[in-house]
């Protein structure tokens, strides 16, 4: 059955540029499409299918998939993926809608599928905006555990499960997205459509496969990734290209195990979870996929419990954002601001007032009346206020309130110190791990660069001996071909001859006679017996001999080689007499005697003078060949042992990098827990010194003079 051609992705954008005429769905009709640059709509290239958003007049907006190739019973596989998705009530699933003639293109009906639109991001670009943040990595991987373990509970598999279909909502929740290789039990027996992603697929998925294990691999490798990069986000920088269509690991690193620097990094990692995790994922590689188990947490590895708090043996750190005082930062404006402590006022001790009283206003009128009646100076009555804001200002100092309020300015003044040191170490801290980033992002592009160039080397030496072998075996082969030939054409000489010993014996059975032949008489059977010609035996060909004269001489070629002129015989009976001769040639050559292979004495006879030469040859480049295998191999051993010092050289860089960051990051945490520390002291303490606003020395005196 011919396969129909489906539009391509261009085609589909120029039938978009009018909704109205391509769309068979009404409320599609009527709908803008987001556009590009030039007005023209805007696709999203995917997977065999193009993708346009467009927003419906009553503000709904969809993501429309138009197929650029046909796959094979796919309005079957989309009706029993929408009726078993229905009956999965879970938040991972995307509403869809199969048309099966949804657009219009060149005259004809394709279909489309009309998806529900969610505001999320990427799974990578998630993972870039959350690096750092432990909890909130680990809390991921803990709901990316429960969406598989739903996948498998209900029988379904999604085929294509990859970080391209894994979309984070903002609420956090994990959308599943693009079901056009999804396995519901009612698709049982019908083949696979596509094989998935490469990065993510196991070594041993032949694409053959079309059931419920096909995530197997695919959900244990995302799990890896999520649980490393946030117990260790130093290795995000480390092992995740820019741009790259992969988590952690890809397809080569499957491939050649041993060799891979990302591997290595993993199983040889210094914290337990990760290596622990990587070891059992990477065995799993090996396994076939039917035999792989489902998704599950394996226990000791540190993830937080649906509840939050960590189940197993080996604690997860506390994430940065932790603080000695017992609160995360993300909390801060979502717990209750405790109230103010009450305002500390002066009390009022009759006997302290008195006192003081009389001290600044007594020693005032006394100092006066004997400046008065002394004659000193006028300016010496200054000196009773003076004695007795003295002694007021003691006896202020004496009083409970300052006494309770000067502790907590001296505690607060510290503290303040302590805010702005833990400030400065913490900007210093993460410029330090800024810098460590950086250079493990450059680190681990030279080493992709360095160990893509080792195999580049490594590729053309290894052309370069295979071509130096092929040039030493070609002579050898040259050789070998030749006697080949030769033998070949002894053996069709002998049968030739052969044949022409029948097909003579056959000819000189029939007699060249008067009207046997068109246009021949009597008198020329005469004249070509005289001339030795009276069977077809005797005749092979005819040829033209020049005499000088203007015509030349039809002369008879016979059979030994001679030729002779017959008089009366020119080019017409010559040519009659040699097609009389083929003829009877052809009827030889029909005989059921006539032998079509040689006797079996004389073939083995001529084999038998060529396989002595022949197996003399063969020895001659058998060792040749042995020579060149063996420096191959040892070329080969040669480039797998450069390959591993290189990648064990790297993968040695690799942790003295992760370590270092390790140690920045905890460095980094422990001082913003020390800074968020103080800041939250400092707040207290200016809560409390607030309260004691009132408790100053100059409300003091005026409590003294009017008593309030």
């Not at 033998?487 to 008067?514: C, G, H, N, P």
Request: aromatic letters at 6%.
């Amino acid at each position: 059955m011919s396969t129909r051609r489906f539009p391509s992705g261009s085609e589909y954008v120029e039938a978009l540029q009018n909704p109205t005429l391509c769309f068979t769905d009404a409320e599609l009709r009527s709908a803008t499409l987001q556009v590009d640059k030039l007005g023209r709509p805007k696709p999203i290239s995917g997977n065999f299918a193009s993708v346009f958003s467009v927003q419906t007049v009553s503000g709904r907006r969809y993501a429309i998939k138009c197929f650029t190739r046909d796959i094979p019973d796919q309005e079957k596989r989309y009706r029993a993926v929408s009726e078993h998705l229905n009956t999965v009530p879970h938040r991972w699933k995307m509403g869809f809608d199969y048309q099966p003639s949804g657009i219009m293109v060149g005259g004809q009906r394709f279909p489309i599928l009309r998806m529900e639109w969610v505001q999320a991001i990427s799974l990578i670009r998630w993972i870039e905006d959350h690096l750092g943040d432990q909890a909130a990595l680990l809390d991921l991987a803990r709901r990316f555990a429960e969406l598989a373990a739903d996948l498998h509970r209900v029988g379904i598999a999604h085929g294509d499960l990859q970080h391209g279909n894994l979309l984070v909502a903002a609420d956090g929740t994990l959308k599943l997205v693009d079901y056009d290789g999804m396995y519901v039990p009612a698709l049982a027996g019908l083949p696979a459509t596509e094989r998935g992603h490469r990065h993510y697929q196991s070594p041993n998925r032949t694409g053959a496969e079309f059931g419920p294990e096909l995530d197997r691999f695919s959900v244990w490798l995302i799990y890896l990734s999520l649980v490393t990069v946030a117990l260790d986000p130093t290795l995000w920088q480390v092992l995740h290209e820019r741009d790259g269509e992969h988590l952690l690991l890809t397809d080569e690193d499957f491939a050649n195990m041993t060799a891979s620097a990302r591997v290595t990094a993993l199983v040889g990692h210094q914290a337990v979870d990760i290596k622990r995790l990587a070891t059992y994922v990477t065995d799993l590689a090996s396994q076939p996929l039917p035999a792989l188990p489902p998704l599950t947490p394996l226990p000791g590895v540190g993830l937080p419990s649906a509840a939050g708090a960590h189940t197993g043996p080996h604690p997860v750190a506390p994430s940065p954002a932790a603080t000695s005082a017992g609160l995360p930062t993300w909390m801060s404006g979502h717990i209750p601001v405790p109230p103010p402590p009450p305002l500390v006022t002066f009390q009022d001790h009759q006997a302290a007032l008195l006192l003081a009283r009389l001290a600044l206003l007594g020693l005032s009128l006394v100092v006066g009346l004997v400046v008065w009646l002394s004659g000193l100076p006028e300016v010496a009555a200054l000196l009773g206020p003076l004695l007795g804001i003295g002694i007021t200002r003691a006896l202020y100092a004496l009083r409970p309130e300052p006494r309770a309020r000067k502790p907590i300015a001296s505690r607060l003044e510290a503290v303040r110190r302590r805010t702005r040191k833990t400030l400065r170490i913490a900007a210093h801290a993460e410029k330090e791990r800024d810098k460590i980033q950086m250079d493990n992002a450059k680190r681990a592009d030279a080493h992709a660069k360095e160990l893509q160039a080792l195999k580049d080397r490594q590729r053309q030496n290894l052309g370069t001996y295979d071509r130096q072998t092929a040039q030493q075996l070609n002579p050898h082969d040259n050789q070998i071909q030749a006697l080949v030939s030769r033998k070949s054409e002894d053996l069709r000489r002998a049968l030739d001859e052969l044949q022409r010993e029948k097909v003579d014996a056959y000819l000189r059975r029939i007699t060249l006679r008067a009207g046997s032949i068109s246009g021949i008489g009597d008198t020329t059977v005469a004249r070509l017996a005289v001339s030795g010609i009276s069977t077809p035996a005797d005749l092979v060909d005819f040829d033209y001999v020049s005499t000088g004269y203007q015509n030349p001489e039809i002369h008879l070629i016979l059979a030994n080689g001679s030729s002779v002129r017959v008089p009366g015989v020119g080019e017409s009976r010559a040519a009659s007499l040699v097609a009389w001769r083929n003829i009877h040639v052809q009827g030889a050559l029909r005989q059921p005697n006539m032998p079509n292979a040689l006797p079996a004495p004389q073939r083995n006879a001529i084999e038998a003078r060529f396989s002595a030469e022949e197996r003399v040859l063969k020895d001659r480049r058998a060792q040749v060949e042995r020579g060149r295998q063996k420096g191959r191999s040892d070329l080969v051993r040669q480039q797998a042992d450069a390959l591993r010092q290189l990648t064990d050289r790297h993968s040695a860089a690799v942790q003295t990098a992760a370590q270092s960051l390790q140690n920045a990051n905890q460095r980094l945490a422990t001082v913003r827990a020390e800074h968020h520390s103080a800041v939250q002291e400092e707040r207290a303490l200016t809560r409390q010194i607030a309260a004691y606003r009132q408790i100053s020395y100059g409300r003091y005196l005026r409590t003294v003079l009017i008593g309030r």
